[in-house]
């Protein structure tokens, strides 16, 4: 009775005399204190939070830029109290998580924690410190910047860091988005519609929730090393069993461990939905390679899958109403048509030497029965040496010596001790290196899509033995595609032009965008998931990148923290 007589009082005197400096502070001096804090810091030098990387400099510059512009009005507080815009924007950083990316490194939960401390207050004196909150609404303003940044072109630039991935991202304006998410008080859906809008990436996202609701469970168990055939008995094979149910490969019952079993075909077939799954070759045999496979941990997927969607945040967010995107680790070309996949085919990709380029361009025409001019390099290191130990060479393989007014010479007249002056071509036919048709989108490469006479290679799971161009498997097909909007172009007319032995070059009525990219974690439009080998080592260049960034975030966080105390803000004031 004694304490609650004893708030009454406090409150009643507070009350009366009016004089209370906190009760003071929720009325125009602490408007005019956190307004001046503000309008210090937001025209100051930039804080610590905003000198480790040039990202965060040019960040730094835009939420200057926006204060200015709005005469340093607050953004995010009213009178040091939390707006609805404030929670708004925590709920949408909150759900960082379900695009792959850490809450955390964002300081949600310590923005949380002071939301709600402020939230409580004594009487009517809610709200943060004025000090504290004109530096704390400059650090949300840079911090919506910084994660619509993240959502809108990748985490802290990285698809700029990695000089591999050439594919032309698409410009974002932070500081107009969140004007324009402020005007229209819309703060957590503009981030939202950030997210990647191809279909591809919104299946990763769902299938990241799943493969988290699986480690909750436990994850997936190890099998011991094995070497196992269709038709041979082993021990091991209950734990093969019981390692694809919790995959969702095999659907059938778990045999009890014994000391050995039939390797039924029933478990066999799920092997082989697990190998091409990962791009092995579907025989049911276990190996080393499969054995590899299947004991990557759920943790190492999740990672993974996390990474691959990072990817698509460094694509343009609208693809075209029609593309074709090939995909470099899983070897595979899809044509997309709306929501539609028409057309979907495996291709045959550059070696680990001689890497397909990761870029975009548009596909403006094609040639059928096309001539090859062998490139300078393969020239130099292939074709002459091979042209010096067989002087048949040339004769056998159909092809000419052009010299630099592009007149074909006799190839006995060539002086090999001046290769440069001549170029190597390869005339049209069935045996030529391009096939009997390519598909043109011109590029700084001298990359494209071509047929390719060594069709046997499409039998093979892992298929990188190009020189950097990409070899479909059913360029009839493709070719019927891309020139479906011209109906004299029909499937017989088509393949009358690949076999006519002479060059000619058609034009597409509507560029094509195409993009040959780089997933090793994909989902198919059946919901199949996908992982492939790293074949050019990009993702473990990438990983390297991520854990430098996460790092630096985590410390731009902690600087941002600490720059927005009331410590820190009062020394703002004192130096001005």
Known sequence: MRTKLSIAAIALLLVAGGACARIQLGGPDREREMNEVLRTVASGAAPAYAKLDPESAKLWKLTRAFYQERNFAPAWLDKAKPRPQLDALLRAIRAAEHEGLDPEIYNVSMLEVRRDEASKGFLTDK??????AGALDVWLTYLYMKYASDLADGLSDLAR???????????????????????????????????PRAAEYERLRHVLAQYRDQKAKGGWPAVPVMKLKPGQKSPHVAALAKRLAASADYKGSV??????AVYPSELQEAVRVFQRRHGLTDDAAIGPEVVAALNTSIDRRISQIALNMERWRWLPRELGDRYILVNIPEMRLDVYDGNKVPLSMRVV??????????FNDEMTYLVFSPYWNVPSSIAEGETLPSVIGDPDFLTRNNMEVLDASEKPVDPAAVDLSEPAAYRFRQRPGTANALGLVKFMFPNQFNVY?????ADSLFARAARSFSHGCVRVEDPV??????????????????????HAGEEKAVKLKAPIPVYLGYWTARVRPDNTVQFRKDVYDIDARLATRLVDRLERLRRTGEAAAEATTVEAAGKKLKKK
């Open 449 to 453: 899509l071509h047929d390719t006479p």
């Open 477 to 498: 097909a493709l070719a019927e595609y891309v020139l479906h909007d011209q109906p004299e172009w029909d499937r017989t007319r088509i393949e009358e032009a690949m």
């Open 127 to 132: 709200g943060f410190d004025p000090k504290e």
């Open 255 to 260: 045999p009890a461990a014994t000391t050995a």
């Open 161 to 195: 860091a990695d000089s591999a991935w050439m594919i032309k991202p698409e410009k974002f304006d932070a500081k107009q988005h969140l004007e324009k998410a402020l005007l229209e008080n819309n703060v957590e859906k503009s981030l939202v519609e950030l997210q």
């Open 349 to 358: 990709v550059g070696k680990p030497d001689t890497q397909t380029p990761v």
